[in-house]
């Protein structure tokens, strides 16, 4: 399968816990982005990279949510001290420096009991 | 900042009839536009997009999307729905320039009944 792959698929915590979700794009595809869903409502834009760098966040993105993405290739999604509002499936989504659409991952179900 | 209507919280349409799904939208310059579908337990699924050209645009499964841009829409289509389109689907813009993150809207509910 050569599609974005996220892991894990769900993971519930308790509140106060910290949290990290991995995203391997599609191979050579240099910009990578992470977005927020809630029941209900469409993907919220979190952050985007291209190749290493971090280059826009959204004001969604608290002091508690750091990304990264070493090496320009996969990425991590670090939440820390969850709150239950964090509670969302969290997609991550590349493209290619040419193309405009974004081909997502399946997300990863968080759940802060 | 841009930003996208999806008047329709849900459409139901009978299999084999005309299928529509509605989008406006409101972004400075000129938009890339995009249809995305997601299907339960499974992520977004990119449809079409429009850049640039033919107003009409052709995408995967049979669906097509026309662009009007005095109407500000981008209105989603398929002449013959299949029971197998039930589905939630996303509109979805992106200002363009070096702008790549798209805001979609809250999506519409198809059901496509046999």
């Known amino acids: 399968d050569t599609g974005v792959s996220q892991d894990p698929r769900h993971k519930i915590t308790k509140r106060g816990q910290n949290v990290t979700f991995r995203c391997d794009p599609i191979?050579?595809?240099?910009?990578l982005y992470w977005y927020r869903q809630t029941l209900g409502q469409g993907p919220e834009f979190l952050t985007y990279f291209q190749n290493e760098a971090q280059l826009e966040k959204s004001r969604l993105l608290s002091d508690r949510f750091s990304a990264e993405r070493p090496k320009g290739s996969f990425s991590t999604l670090e939440i820390q001290r969850t709150e239950q509002g964090d509670s969302a499936m969290y997609l991550c989504a590349s493209s290619t420096r040419q193309g405009r659409e974004a081909f997502f991952g399946q997300g990863t179900r968080l759940t802060v009991v | 900042a841009q930003s996208v209507a999806q008047p329709e919280d849900q459409v139901n349409v009978a299999e084999g009839n005309p299928l529509t799904v509605k989008c406006t939208y409101s972004v400075s310059g000129n938009p890339y536009l995009f249809w995305y579908v997601q299907y339960p337990n499974r992520g977004l699924q990119f449809l079409l997009k429009?850049?640039?050209?033919?107003?009409l645009v052709k995408g995967s499964y049979g669906f097509e999307a026309e662009f009007n841009k005095s109407q500000t829409s981008f209105h989603l289509k398929k002449p013959s729905a299949l029971v197998s389109d039930s589905a939630l689907y996303f509109c979805a813009v992106s200002p363009g320039g070096g702008d790549y993150k798209l805001s979609f809207g809250a999506g519409t509910t198809v059901t496509v009944r046999a």
């Open positions: 191979s050579e595809h240099n910009r």
């Open positions: 429009y850049i640039t050209g033919d107003n």
